[in-house]
DNA sequence: CAAGCAGTTTAGAACAATTCTAAAACTGCA
DNA sequence: TGCAGTTTTAGAATTGTTCTAAACTGCTTG
């Protein structure tokens, strides 16, 4: 079962424009294939290594940047030299573990904020991260 | 008149447990005689080298981490690689224009956020980091 | 006010994360 | 199946930051 190849991913792949390539839906598998991930490239790169499917560092990088910039993943910050993607692309919000480096998600359903300013003239949004940084 | 020496700034520096040398005092001046700034390790080095008070890039490193850490300094990391400090440690919040890397600061006395979550058990709460992503 | 020691600075090496390069290997269409 | 354009890859290069070891400086003490 595990060595199937799943069709929705390469559709979804193309509908993305990208070619479903081996490598690209191999990746694709580990990312979307189970509940939302938080993952660098590195863990990434160790995962699919360990597995039967070994990408290239490079290859996982072009590959989330990719799939970041279809907007399959989204990209967070958290510290400087620290980058996850997340495969959750929805609204919501993440609590940062600055002790410890994880990463959750929290749903904005119960989240408001209110009172922003307007952007500044001439840009025009383009999202709002919450970051909530808590310690052990 | 700006040669003198800020007795003020050492004051505060030593204040923060940090010896009041040229090299700090010569930062500080930089990043606290003037508006709120955000600057980067790299534009700080520049402006320092650029002026009377060359110091090393090694330096500027320490100095604005010693900074932050004693709380003079509040750093924003906006990008993978792209960590500014914030000169006002107050509470505010930030907008990224991210189609040429600006920050700036807005109040957050009319920002309200509501309905988040307790921090998960054994945390707790270090700061909120609110971002307002835009693009020209 | 000289001496000495801990704290600081520095250039350069080292390191970590990410991107680039150029060549080999693929994918998809004709 | 052949072929043109994509994609992958290993390794080099780049970027941002920290480390190292030696020289220097600020502060305290005798």
Redesign the pocket.
Known sequence: MSGATNPDLAVRLREAG???????VALARALFEVEHRHV???SLHAEAKAGRN??????V???L?QFRDAGLLREVVVA????YFDTNTGHHHHFYVETDGELHDFPSDKVTIAGLPAPPKGTRLSRVDVIVRVRR
């Open positions: 990208l070619r479903p390539t081996r490598q690209r660098t490239a590195e070994p990408v290239s560092l490079a290859t990088y072009n590959t940047n400087p030299g620290r980058s």
